[in-house]
Nanobody
Framework: QVQLVESGGGLVEAGGSLRLSCAAS????????IVWYRQGPGKERELIAT????????NYADSVKGRFTISRDNAKNTVYLQMNSLKPEDTAVYYC?????????WGQGTQVTVSS
């Protein structure tokens, strides 16, 4: 059974940091690029970061570039999202998935709330 479980969210003040984790099971994790999406209140789901299957290539949305870093540990079947200099507009539920997206792989996400 495929599972992608996000964790590490929480409440943080503006300017603070959080590290999110995405733990995968049930498929050959190291064969897939992984993406992080987020969905803020009243907003559509937004692609914010991508990492290649081996971890050598990453891409970011302009809204998070320079503040967020995606990484992965294929030995642990886990992808991370280090989020620094957080802003209130980063408040959202954060999700991970494979790339290409598999609609049945979406997890519950992890809530990040940034207070001003």
């Amino acid at each position: 059974q495929v599972q992608l479980v996000e964790s590490g969210g929480g409440l943080v003040e503006a300017g603070g940091s959080l590290r999110l984790s995405c733990a995968a099971s049930g498929f050959t994790f190291s064969s897939y690029a992984i993406v992080w999406y987020r969905q803020g209140p009243g907003k559509e789901r937004e692609l914010i970061a991508t990492i290649s299957s081996g971890g050598s290539s990453t891409n970011y949305a302009d809204s998070v570039k320079g503040r967020f870093t995606i990484s992965r540990d294929n030995a642990k079947n886990t992808v991370y999202l280090q989020m620094n200099s957080l802003k209130p507009e980063d408040t959202a539920v954060y999700y991970c998935n494979t790339f290409p997206i598999k609609s049945n792989y979406w997890g519950q996400g992890t809530q990040v709330t940034v207070s001003s």
